[in-house]
Nanobody, 122 residues
Framework: EVQLVESGGGLVQAGGSLRLSCTAS????????VGWYRQAPGKEREGVSC????????YYEDSVKGRFTISIDNAKNTVYLQMNSLKPEDTAVYYC???????????????WGQGTQVTVSS
């Protein structure tokens, strides 16, 4: 059974940092595109960042470029999202998501975590 379990969300002031973690079971990240979506209140879910080792591609949504960094520890089967210079508009529920391909991840990942709340106060 595939499972994704996130941790690391919380409340932070604008300009601060958080690191989200997502540990997978049932598959290994080196065979999948894996990354993060987020959904703010009243808005659609959007892809934030993705890494696909098999496709050789790393994606960042424009508003987080230069502030967020995705990384993977294959030994721990864990993906991280380091979020720096956080802004109130980054407030959302962040979901870890995975798919066999990067294209599939962009269209709609097959696997989702339960989500973790990130709140950035002004």
């Amino acid at each position: 059974e595939v499972q994704l379990v996130e941790s690391g969300g919380g409340l932070v002031q604008a300009g601060g940092s958080l690191r989200l973690s997502c540990t997978a079971s049932g598959f290994t990240f080196d065979d999948y595109a894996v990354g993060w979506y987020r959904q703010a209140p009243g808005k659609e879910r959007e892809g934030v960042s993705c890494f696909s080792d098999s496709d050789g591609y790393t994606y960042y949504e424009d508003s987080v470029k230069g502030r967020f960094t995705i990384s993977i520890d294959n030994a721990k089967n864990t993906v991280y999202l380091q979020m720096n210079s956080l802004k109130p508009e980054d407030t959302a529920v962040y979901y870890c998501a995975a798919d066999v391909t990067y294209t599939g991840w962009k269209i709609g990942p097959d696997y989702w975590g339960q989500g973790t709340q990130v709140t950035v106060s002004s």
